[in-house]
């Protein structure tokens, strides 16, 4: 039976309704309208569809939204709200975050398809490990669960060289998301 939830996304309140176990990238994309969060494979295992849920990643392909009342769900939408939460300045849809800038300056993406999640995890990582090595940002994307980042496209070297980048940055201005 379809029952109302209250959820806290990118910083709103929203209301929503949907069947219990129904999982957050449905509600996200359908209900909300948030398109970044991305259906791969439906089973918690490309990262598509990763979404940070009180700071730390999660895989929003497999969470159902009854487990998502409490807690605050970011998208790569809100990122730019986190970014200046974190510097104690307005909110600014023309200030992207590090990540997302980085992300554009090391020109990372080819389809595109895998990076908001790709985006998703930098974040999770400078916020753990504000100057990653290339060893530990390989094992973030890789070893860290629930499981491997994959890119089709083959982009690993340009997402090592954007979390640097944005690592930079972040060091320089404001600390780790
Ligand atoms: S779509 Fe969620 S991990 Fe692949
Ligand atoms: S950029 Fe195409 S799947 Fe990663």
């Not at 200046?84 to 992300?103: C, D, E, F, R, Y």
Request: a positive charge; glycine letters at 8%.
């Amino acid at each position: 039976m379809k029952t109302k939830f209250a959820l806290t996304v990118n910083g709103a309140k929203q209301r929503v309704t949907a069947e219990p176990g129904t999982p957050l990238l449905y509600v996200l994309r359908n209900a909300l309208k948030l398109t970044g969060p991305r259906f791969g494979c439906g089973l918690a295992q490309c990262g598509a569809c990763a979404v940070l849920v009180d700071g730390k990643e999660v895989r929003s392909c497999v969470v159902p939204v009854d487990s998502m009342v409490g807690k605050k769900v970011v998208t790569i939408e809100g990122l730019p709200e986190v970014w200046a939460q974190q510097k104690g300045i307005a909110p600014n849809s023309q200030t992207l975050h590090p990540v997302q800038q980085a992300w554009i300056d090391e020109q990372t993406p080819k389809c595109g398809y895998c990076q908001s999640g790709m985006m998703i995890a930098a974040v999770d990582l400078l916020s753990k490990n504000p100057n990653p090595t290339v060893a530990e940002i390989k094992d973030a994307f890789t070893n860290t669960p629930p499981s491997p980042h994959l890119c089709r496209c083959g982009t690993y070297a340009a997402i090592i060289d954007a979390v640097q980048r944005a690592a930079k940055v972040m060091n320089s201005t404001g600390g780790p998301a």
